[in-house]
Protein backbone atom coordinates (compact mmCIF):
# COMPACT_ATOMS: atom_id res chain seq x y z
CA UNK A 1 0.00 0.00 0.00
CA UNK A 2 2.88 2.37 0.93
CA UNK A 3 4.59 1.46 -2.17
CA UNK A 4 1.60 2.29 -4.34
CA UNK A 5 1.14 5.61 -2.82
CA UNK A 6 4.27 6.30 -3.19
CA UNK A 7 4.43 5.70 -7.14
CA UNK A 8 0.82 7.48 -7.32
CA UNK A 9 3.58 10.68 -5.62
CA UNK A 10 5.86 10.37 -8.22
CA UNK A 11 3.22 10.10 -11.02
CA UNK A 12 1.47 12.99 -9.79
CA UNK A 13 4.81 15.28 -9.81
CA UNK A 14 5.42 13.93 -13.23
CA UNK A 15 2.34 15.13 -14.74
CA UNK A 16 3.13 18.20 -12.53
CA UNK A 17 5.79 18.76 -14.46
CA UNK A 18 4.43 17.86 -17.83
CA UNK A 19 1.63 20.15 -17.25
CA UNK A 20 4.12 22.99 -17.15
CA UNK A 21 5.89 22.02 -20.18
CA UNK A 22 2.84 21.49 -22.00
CA UNK A 23 1.49 25.19 -20.95
CA UNK A 24 4.83 26.08 -22.66
CA UNK A 25 4.64 24.26 -25.66
CA UNK A 26 0.40 25.41 -26.29
CA UNK A 27 1.86 28.80 -25.74
CA UNK A 28 4.41 28.30 -28.57
CA UNK A 29 1.83 27.03 -30.95
CA UNK A 30 -0.46 29.79 -30.19
CA UNK A 31 2.43 32.20 -30.98
CA UNK A 32 3.30 30.09 -33.92
CA UNK A 33 -0.04 30.45 -35.60
CA UNK A 34 -0.12 34.33 -35.26
CA UNK A 35 3.45 35.04 -36.55
CA UNK A 36 2.24 33.34 -39.15
CA UNK A 37 -0.33 35.68 -40.10
CA UNK A 38 1.58 38.17 -39.41
CA UNK A 39 3.99 37.55 -41.94
CA UNK A 40 1.34 36.58 -44.01
CA UNK A 41 -0.45 39.98 -43.95
CA UNK A 42 1.61 42.44 -42.97
CA UNK A 43 3.46 44.77 -44.85
CA UNK A 44 7.47 44.68 -44.15
CA UNK A 45 8.08 48.30 -43.14
CA UNK A 46 11.48 49.18 -41.21
CA UNK A 47 11.31 51.02 -37.73
CA UNK A 48 13.89 53.20 -36.68
CA UNK A 49 15.05 51.04 -33.68
CA UNK A 50 18.32 49.17 -33.69
CA UNK A 51 18.02 45.57 -32.11
CA UNK A 52 21.09 44.74 -29.58
CA UNK A 53 23.23 43.63 -32.38
CA UNK A 54 23.09 46.79 -34.23
CA UNK A 55 21.08 45.42 -36.94
CA UNK A 56 17.60 47.99 -38.13
CA UNK A 57 14.68 45.93 -36.23
CA UNK A 58 11.53 45.31 -39.01
CA UNK A 59 8.59 46.18 -37.78
CA UNK A 60 7.73 42.10 -38.30
CA UNK A 61 10.43 41.23 -36.16
CA UNK A 62 8.88 43.89 -33.19
CA UNK A 63 5.22 42.44 -33.62
CA UNK A 64 6.52 38.76 -33.49
CA UNK A 65 8.37 39.78 -30.73
CA UNK A 66 5.20 41.08 -28.62
CA UNK A 67 3.31 37.87 -29.67
CA UNK A 68 5.55 35.78 -28.21
CA UNK A 69 5.71 38.15 -24.99
CA UNK A 70 2.08 38.01 -25.07
CA UNK A 71 1.53 34.45 -25.34
CA UNK A 72 4.29 33.56 -22.83
CA UNK A 73 3.26 36.25 -19.75
CA UNK A 74 -0.22 34.01 -19.59
CA UNK A 75 2.21 31.18 -18.62
CA UNK A 76 2.82 30.83 -14.73
CA UNK A 77 5.77 28.46 -14.80
CA UNK A 78 8.22 31.44 -17.14
CA UNK A 79 9.87 33.39 -14.97
CA UNK A 80 11.96 35.43 -17.37
CA UNK A 81 12.32 35.69 -20.69
CA UNK A 82 14.89 37.07 -23.09
CA UNK A 83 15.04 38.26 -26.44
CA UNK A 84 16.99 38.01 -29.57
CA UNK A 85 14.76 41.95 -29.74
CA UNK A 86 15.40 42.88 -26.29
CA UNK A 87 18.45 44.74 -24.85
CA UNK A 88 17.54 43.28 -21.62
CA UNK A 89 15.57 40.43 -19.85
CA UNK A 90 12.69 40.47 -18.41
CA UNK A 91 10.85 38.69 -15.32
CA UNK A 92 7.16 37.70 -16.15
CA UNK A 93 6.60 35.70 -12.56
CA UNK A 94 9.05 35.38 -9.98
CA UNK A 95 7.35 32.03 -8.91
CA UNK A 96 8.15 30.19 -11.88
CA UNK A 97 10.76 27.99 -12.58
CA UNK A 98 11.41 28.53 -16.39
CA UNK A 99 13.91 30.82 -18.66
CA UNK A 100 13.16 31.18 -21.56
CA UNK A 101 15.32 32.81 -24.73
CA UNK A 102 13.98 33.23 -28.33
CA UNK A 103 14.80 34.77 -31.33
CA UNK A 104 11.03 35.47 -32.12
CA UNK A 105 12.17 35.64 -36.33
CA UNK A 106 15.31 34.67 -37.63
CA UNK A 107 16.54 35.35 -40.51
CA UNK A 108 13.59 37.79 -41.32
CA UNK A 109 15.38 40.08 -43.88
CA UNK A 110 14.37 36.91 -45.83
CA UNK A 111 11.04 37.65 -45.70
CA UNK A 112 11.05 39.94 -48.47
CA UNK A 113 12.46 37.56 -51.03
CA UNK A 114 10.02 34.83 -49.50
CA UNK A 115 12.03 32.53 -48.26
CA UNK A 116 11.75 30.11 -45.28
CA UNK A 117 12.20 32.08 -41.86
CA UNK A 118 11.43 30.44 -38.60
CA UNK A 119 11.46 31.16 -34.66
CA UNK A 120 13.70 29.56 -32.08
CA UNK A 121 12.87 28.90 -28.26
CA UNK A 122 15.52 27.88 -25.88
CA UNK A 123 13.50 26.59 -22.45
CA UNK A 124 16.01 26.97 -19.41
CA UNK A 125 15.14 25.48 -15.55
CA UNK A 126 16.40 28.02 -12.66
CA UNK A 127 18.55 30.05 -14.92
CA UNK A 128 19.85 30.93 -18.19
CA UNK A 129 22.93 28.29 -19.61
CA UNK A 130 23.56 25.72 -21.41
CA UNK A 131 23.70 23.11 -18.80
CA UNK A 132 20.28 24.51 -17.78
CA UNK A 133 18.68 23.72 -20.82
CA UNK A 134 15.38 21.01 -20.79
CA UNK A 135 13.75 21.58 -23.98
CA UNK A 136 14.53 23.23 -27.08
CA UNK A 137 11.89 24.21 -30.15
CA UNK A 138 11.70 25.72 -33.07
CA UNK A 139 9.03 26.74 -35.73
CA UNK A 140 9.56 27.17 -39.90
CA UNK A 141 7.71 29.58 -41.90
CA UNK A 142 7.89 28.11 -45.41
CA UNK A 143 5.40 26.89 -47.61
CA UNK A 144 4.35 24.68 -44.58
CA UNK A 145 4.98 25.85 -40.98
CA UNK A 146 6.24 23.13 -38.78
CA UNK A 147 7.51 22.62 -35.60
CA UNK A 148 10.22 20.53 -33.34
CA UNK A 149 9.85 20.01 -30.27
CA UNK A 150 13.17 18.27 -28.10
CA UNK A 151 13.02 17.44 -24.50
CA UNK A 152 14.13 13.75 -23.97
CA UNK A 153 12.91 13.16 -27.83
CA UNK A 154 13.18 14.90 -31.16
CA UNK A 155 9.66 15.57 -32.42
CA UNK A 156 8.47 16.99 -35.65
CA UNK A 157 4.69 18.54 -35.79
CA UNK A 158 2.96 20.23 -38.94
CA UNK A 159 0.33 23.06 -39.06
CA UNK A 160 -3.30 21.20 -40.35
CA UNK A 161 -6.25 23.58 -40.43
CA UNK A 162 -5.49 25.46 -37.19
CA UNK A 163 -3.46 22.55 -35.29
CA UNK A 164 -0.16 21.34 -34.95
CA UNK A 165 -0.54 17.42 -35.94
CA UNK A 166 2.52 15.21 -34.77
CA UNK A 167 4.33 14.04 -37.90
CA UNK A 168 7.38 11.67 -36.72
CA UNK A 169 10.15 11.82 -34.07
CA UNK A 170 13.51 12.78 -36.06
CA UNK A 171 17.00 11.02 -36.10
CA UNK A 172 19.70 11.66 -37.39
CA UNK A 173 21.83 9.15 -39.44
CA UNK A 174 25.31 8.72 -38.83
CA UNK A 175 26.62 10.51 -41.88
CA UNK A 176 24.83 12.84 -44.47
CA UNK A 177 24.86 14.64 -48.02
CA UNK A 178 24.26 18.43 -47.10
CA UNK A 179 26.78 20.85 -46.42
CA UNK A 180 25.62 24.65 -45.16
CA UNK A 181 28.80 26.88 -44.87
CA UNK A 182 28.04 30.36 -43.49
CA UNK A 183 29.81 33.27 -43.47
CA UNK A 184 32.24 35.48 -45.51
CA UNK A 185 34.07 33.32 -47.40
CA UNK A 186 36.73 36.00 -47.35
CA UNK A 187 37.24 35.66 -43.75
CA UNK A 188 37.32 32.34 -43.71
CA UNK A 189 40.37 30.96 -42.17
CA UNK A 190 42.58 28.55 -44.71
CA UNK A 191 42.11 25.80 -43.14
CA UNK A 192 38.15 25.98 -42.72
CA UNK A 193 37.93 26.54 -46.35
CA UNK A 194 40.21 22.96 -46.64
CA UNK A 195 37.63 21.87 -44.18
CA UNK A 196 34.44 22.91 -46.23
CA UNK A 197 36.17 22.14 -49.54
CA UNK A 198 37.11 18.65 -48.42
CA UNK A 199 33.18 17.69 -47.83
CA UNK A 200 32.42 19.43 -51.62
CA UNK A 201 35.05 16.36 -52.91
CA UNK A 202 33.95 13.86 -51.65
CA UNK A 203 30.29 14.66 -53.28
CA UNK A 204 28.50 16.85 -50.65
CA UNK A 205 25.72 18.69 -51.99
CA UNK A 206 25.52 22.65 -51.42
CA UNK A 207 22.46 24.17 -49.33
CA UNK A 208 22.66 27.11 -47.70
CA UNK A 209 19.38 29.76 -48.00
CA UNK A 210 20.91 31.93 -45.32
CA UNK A 211 18.70 31.32 -43.10
CA UNK A 212 19.42 29.15 -39.96
CA UNK A 213 16.05 27.75 -38.98
CA UNK A 214 15.19 26.18 -42.33
CA UNK A 215 18.89 25.47 -43.19
CA UNK A 216 19.36 23.40 -40.19
CA UNK A 217 16.07 21.51 -40.67
CA UNK A 218 16.75 20.54 -43.93
CA UNK A 219 19.85 18.21 -42.67
CA UNK A 220 17.81 17.01 -39.95
CA UNK A 221 15.34 16.09 -41.75
CA UNK A 222 17.04 14.49 -45.01
CA UNK A 223 19.14 12.35 -42.87
CA UNK A 224 22.39 14.75 -42.34
CA UNK A 225 25.22 16.80 -42.69
CA UNK A 226 27.13 19.39 -41.54
CA UNK A 227 25.65 23.31 -41.06
CA UNK A 228 29.03 25.63 -39.75
CA UNK A 229 29.58 28.92 -38.78
CA UNK A 230 32.90 29.67 -37.76
CA UNK A 231 34.91 32.31 -36.54
CA UNK A 232 36.14 34.31 -38.99
CA UNK A 233 38.61 37.67 -39.77
CA UNK A 234 35.47 39.96 -39.04
CA UNK A 235 33.50 38.08 -36.76
CA UNK A 236 36.17 36.26 -34.24
CA UNK A 237 33.18 35.20 -32.29
CA UNK A 238 31.11 34.05 -35.31
CA UNK A 239 27.54 35.26 -35.81
CA UNK A 240 25.18 32.88 -33.74
CA UNK A 241 23.82 33.92 -30.78
CA UNK A 242 24.55 31.41 -27.63
CA UNK A 243 21.77 31.70 -25.85
CA UNK A 244 18.54 32.07 -29.11
CA UNK A 245 20.21 30.30 -31.46
CA UNK A 246 23.42 27.94 -30.65
CA UNK A 247 22.28 26.26 -27.61
CA UNK A 248 18.99 25.53 -28.73
CA UNK A 249 20.16 24.10 -31.87
CA UNK A 250 22.76 21.74 -30.22
CA UNK A 251 20.01 20.58 -28.02
CA UNK A 252 17.95 19.31 -30.67
CA UNK A 253 21.25 18.20 -32.61
CA UNK A 254 21.69 15.77 -29.46
CA UNK A 255 18.90 15.24 -28.47
CA UNK A 256 18.54 13.88 -32.49
CA UNK A 257 21.48 11.35 -32.63
CA UNK A 258 24.08 14.45 -34.17
CA UNK A 259 26.35 16.64 -32.10
CA UNK A 260 27.40 20.36 -32.18
CA UNK A 261 30.70 21.49 -31.44
CA UNK A 262 32.39 25.09 -31.29
CA UNK A 263 35.20 23.17 -33.49
CA UNK A 264 36.56 21.70 -30.24
CA UNK A 265 34.60 21.65 -27.49
CA UNK A 266 30.39 20.38 -26.93
CA UNK A 267 28.42 23.71 -27.46
CA UNK A 268 26.48 22.78 -24.44
CA UNK A 269 29.27 22.85 -22.08
CA UNK A 270 30.30 26.31 -23.11
CA UNK A 271 28.94 29.20 -20.23
CA UNK A 272 27.84 32.89 -21.53
CA UNK A 273 28.75 36.44 -20.06
CA UNK A 274 25.99 38.45 -22.09
CA UNK A 275 22.35 37.53 -22.82
CA UNK A 276 23.42 38.45 -26.77
CA UNK A 277 26.85 36.78 -26.48
CA UNK A 278 27.83 34.60 -29.76
CA UNK A 279 30.12 31.66 -30.81
CA UNK A 280 31.18 29.95 -33.43
CA UNK A 281 28.79 26.79 -34.27
CA UNK A 282 29.32 23.60 -36.16
CA UNK A 283 25.95 21.08 -36.22
CA UNK A 284 26.07 17.76 -37.98
CA UNK A 285 25.92 14.41 -38.05
CA UNK A 286 28.66 12.09 -36.17
CA UNK A 287 30.83 11.57 -39.41
CA UNK A 288 31.11 14.79 -40.27
CA UNK A 289 31.52 16.91 -36.72
CA UNK A 290 34.36 13.75 -36.19
CA UNK A 291 36.65 15.72 -38.98
CA UNK A 292 35.66 18.98 -38.28
CA UNK A 293 37.16 18.54 -34.70
CA UNK A 294 40.55 16.47 -36.52
CA UNK A 295 41.14 19.77 -38.56
CA UNK A 296 40.14 21.71 -35.47
CA UNK A 297 42.21 20.36 -32.96
CA UNK A 298 45.27 20.70 -35.47
CA UNK A 299 44.67 24.08 -36.68
CA UNK A 300 42.63 26.47 -33.86
O1 LIG B 1 20.78 35.08 -37.16
C1 LIG B 1 21.27 35.49 -38.25
C2 LIG B 1 21.22 34.70 -39.55
O2 LIG B 1 20.27 35.27 -40.41
C3 LIG B 1 21.01 33.18 -39.51
O3 LIG B 1 19.66 32.80 -39.61
C4 LIG B 1 21.81 32.70 -40.67
O4 LIG B 1 22.26 31.37 -40.58
C5 LIG B 1 22.96 33.66 -40.71
O5 LIG B 1 22.52 34.86 -40.09
C6 LIG B 1 23.44 33.96 -42.10
O6 LIG B 1 24.56 34.72 -42.03
P1 LIG B 1 25.57 34.91 -43.28
O7 LIG B 1 24.76 35.66 -44.29
O8 LIG B 1 26.69 35.71 -42.72
O9 LIG B 1 25.99 33.55 -43.77
Redesign the pocket.
Known amino acids: MTLYRGYLKMQKKFNKKDNKMRDIFDAIQKSAKRIRKAIDIKDIGYSQQENSSGETQLELDIKCDMIIEEEFSKVSSINTIASEEKEHEEVLHVEGKYYIAY ?1 PL ?2 S ?1 LVDVNLSVGSIFGIYEGAFGAEKMVAACYVVYGPRTEMVFSENKTKLYLLQADEFEFVKEIQLTEKGKLNAP ?3 QQNWEPYHKELVDSFFAEGYRLRYS ?4 P ?1 LHQILLKGGGLFS ?1 PATSDKPAG ?3 RLF ?1 VFPFAFVYKTSGGEAINGTSDLLTLGFAHIHDTSPCFFGSKYEINRVKEVYAKNA
Open positions: DDGSGGTGGMVDYKLRE
